[in-house]
């Protein structure tokens, strides 16, 4: 049973006044949280900038940094992904030997003539590929990457003709250019793939088609996808011969072959196998 106080008051008087008071201090503690946040993510911003302003002075490359900077800056709602300079660029660094040496294999391993040949990456990150690709004699480089930092950082380097934004769409953005050689590595999850695999594997088919048209004759198309981000359900889906897998057994009927294992490239379980087309 409800006993009344008495001192319930009736919501009929209150002046509008009261109500946007009411209002107002309904809203407070998120306006305040939202400041609070802001202020903690200026803070975060600065720090990392100072590191990273630090290193690149370190590695004799301000100018690299200034011109990123004015980039992010003028983009507000970019900065956040400075949170990612400090992952991607310092252990993409640490790896760059590493990354020059792979990319010099896989060409090898394409036995391609790159003298003259404009090539696309997708998924390019720190460009090393790119760089390795241009060091051959490419004639153009052009990218696909989603990441704002990663697509800066590329436009800095001097790689022109860039796309951001989400390859599942952009491919179709490509505007009739036409490449000898497209490369991609780790731009895909096929652990995700399989999870949506019909809608995925339609997605993919345009996808697919979408790279031929914009792949000379003759030219190749090389995609080495990323097999594992979460082991749990990376063992759920890839168990036993990796050629029986449903992925697989999709690109292999679009007519892509398994390129040989190349030790540094090939890294199990994140990257078993790299496909490859000549169209
Ligand atoms: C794991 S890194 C691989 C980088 C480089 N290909 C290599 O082999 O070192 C994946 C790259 O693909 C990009 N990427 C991932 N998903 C993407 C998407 N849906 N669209 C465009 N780029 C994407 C990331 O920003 C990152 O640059």
């Given at each position: 049973m409800?006993?009344?106080?008495?001192?319930?008051?009736?919501?009929?008087?209150?002046?509008?006044?009261?109500?946007i008071?009411?209002?107002?201090?309904?809203?407070?503690?998120t306006?305040?949280?939202?400041?609070?946040?802001?202020?903690?993510?200026?803070?975060?911003?600065?720090?990392?900038?100072?590191?990273?302003?630090?290193?690149?002075?370190?590695?004799?490359?301000?100018?690299?940094?200034?011109?990123?900077l004015?980039?992010?800056n003028?983009?507000?709602?970019?900065t956040?992904?400075?949170?990612?300079?400090?992952?991607?660029?310092?252990?993409?660094?640490?790896?760059?030997?590493?990354?020059l040496?792979?990319a010099?294999e896989?060409?090898?391993?394409?036995?391609?003539?790159?003298?003259?040949?404009?090539?696309?990456?997708?998924?390019?990150?720190?460009g090393?590929?790119?760089?390795?690709?241009?060091?051959?004699?490419?004639?153009?480089a052009?990218?696909?990457?989603?990441?704002?930092?990663?697509?800066?950082?590329?436009?800095?380097?001097?790689?022109?003709?860039?796309?951001?934004?989400?390859?599942?769409?952009?491919?179709?953005?490509?505007?009739?250019?036409?490449?000898?050689?497209?490369?991609?590595?780790?731009?895909?999850?096929?652990?995700?793939?399989?999870?949506?695999?019909?809608?995925?594997?339609?997605?993919?088919?345009?996808?697919?088609s979408?790279?031929?048209?914009?792949?000379v004759?003759?030219?190749?198309?090389?995609?080495?996808?990323?097999?594992?981000?979460?082991?749990?359900?990376a063992?759920?889906?890839?168990?036993?011969?990796?050629?029986?897998?449903?992925?697989?057994?999709?690109?292999?009927?679009?007519?892509?072959?398994?390129?040989?294992?190349?030790?540094?490239?090939?890294?199990?379980?994140?990257?078993?196998?790299?496909?490859?087309?000549?169209v």
């Open positions: 409800r006993i009344s106080t008495g001192a319930a008051t009736d919501s009929s008087k209150r002046t509008p006044k009261t109500s008071f009411v209002i107002r201090n309904f809203f407070a503690p306006r305040i949280m939202n400041k609070t946040l802001q202020i903690i993510f200026n803070l975060y911003s600065r720090f990392v900038l100072f590191f990273v302003r630090r290193s690149l002075i370190r590695a004799g490359n301000e100018k690299l940094y200034t011109e990123l004015n980039r992010l003028k983009n507000y709602f970019l956040p992904s400075l949170k990612w300079f400090q992952k991607y660029y310092y252990s993409y660094k640490r790896d760059e030997s590493r990354k040496k792979e010099e896989v060409l090898t391993a394409l036995n391609l003539n790159l003298a003259g040949a404009p090539v696309l990456e997708i998924g390019p990150a720190n090393y590929f790119l760089d390795v690709c241009m060091k051959h004699g490419a004639k153009s052009g990218f696909i990457d989603i990441d704002p930092y990663f697509y800066y950082y590329l436009k800095v380097k001097g790689y022109k003709e860039g796309i951001l934004g989400n390859h599942w769409k952009a491919v179709h953005k490509l505007k009739g250019q036409k490449y000898s050689l497209i490369y991609s590595k780790g731009a895909m999850i096929v652990d995700d793939l399989l999870m949506r695999r019909e809608r995925s594997f339609a997605m993919m088919s345009e996808w697919l979408a790279l031929e048209k914009a792949t004759n003759g030219g190749v198309i090389v995609i080495c996808p990323h097999w594992r981000d979460v082991p749990a359900s063992k759920r889906q890839y168990t036993g011969n990796i050629l029986e897998n449903d992925f697989v057994k999709f690109i292999l009927e679009k007519g892509y072959s398994p390129l040989k294992f190349i030790e540094g490239h090939n890294i199990e379980p994140n990257y078993p196998v790299t496909f490859w087309k000549r």
